[in-house]
């Protein structure tokens, strides 16, 4: 049986780790494609792309506190897999990671110049 402490901890779907920057997938998309119109507009469609992955992880789960929908997937994942689109625009990948850096400096094949 699970303790009431262990059941206020949502657990990351993706990684495992327990969920402490509950912003959705939808709001963080909204953001980084605010933040690509004056940059490379051409992307946004391939970050939504992106977004749709994360779809079927909305059930249940701790909530958004930007937008309160469900989520279960961490915001390290999420940008993580939007970082990957950044593969050929070491320029861009920087200053993404510079704006939405939850926890990928130091992570393991997330794309930058070093």
Not at 32 to 53: N, Q, S
Not at 85 to 109: C, K, T, W
């Amino acid at each position: 049986m699970h303790s009431s402490l262990y059941s206020t901890k949502h657990e990351c779907l993706l990684c495992g780790d327990v969920i402490t920057n509950p912003i959705c997938y939808t709001c963080l998309e909204s953001e980084v494609e605010e933040w690509l119109t004056g940059r490379m507009p051409a992307i946004i469609p391939k970050v939504k792309k992106t977004g749709k992955i994360f779809a079927s992880y909305t059930h249940q789960g701790t909530r958004c506190i930007l937008c309160g929908n469900n989520m279960n997937v961490c915001t390290h994942c999420y940008c993580y897999e939007v970082n990957k689109l950044f593969e050929n625009y070491p320029r861009l990948a920087e200053e993404f990671v510079e704006f939405f850096n939850f926890e990928l400096r130091g992570s393991s094949n997330f794309v930058t110049q070093g």
